[in-house]
């Protein structure tokens, strides 16, 4: 593994060791996506922004620039995040620090699952992951980093 990935391994890990939720719920949600989506507009950035609990869909919004496509991909990198439990970014990381491609190694079909940066577990504290906040439209690193920082907004951190 290179000092580069394991140092982003290391990073991501912690970011998810931190940004625990006391409580999520639609309302929740709703400021979540409130907040996510103001942060977007005061760096100018055309995403999508969706935020789901398993199976349910709690936030949407498609902010001018965004596709369809991008509803796409948050779909898939929200899967890898219920799957594993961990952020789409991380879990991509994982493969690579270990010599492979998620796409070729995870045996997950890469039309419903995409680990690339972007979607993020919403992990309430004493239960564990109840669903997943995602963005697509940046650069993976950036999708993760707009998240991150909506998370923190979100939790006054």
Same mark, same amino acid.
């Given at each position: 593994m290179s000092v580069a990935v394991g140092e982003l391994i290391a990073r991501l890990e912690e970011d998810e060791a931190r940004l625990v939720l006391? @409580?999520?719920d639609n309302d929740d949600a709703w400021r979540l996506g409130l907040a996510l989506t103001e942060l977007a507009q005061e760096q100018g950035a055309a995403v999508t922004i969706g935020i789901r609990r398993v199976n349910q869909r709690l936030f949407h919004r498609a902010l001018p620039g965004t596709t369809a496509d991008n509803d796409h991909w948050i779909d898939r990198k929200c899967r890898v995040v219920l799957h594993y439990e961990e952020s789409s970014l991380l879990v991509g990381a994982r493969f690579r620090a270990k010599g492979r491609t998620f796409e070729t190694a995870? @045996?997950?079909?890469p @039309? @419903?699952?995409a680990a690339h940066g972007g979607a993020f577990p919403l992990r309430l504290g004493g239960t564990g992951v109840i669903g997943a &906040?995602? &963005?697509s439209g940046l650069a993976q690193e950036a999708d993760h980093a707009l998240v991150v920082e909506g998370l923190e907004r979100f939790l006054g951190l």
């Open positions: 006391d @409580r999520f995870s @045996r997950l079909d @039309r @419903r699952y &906040v995602a &963005v």
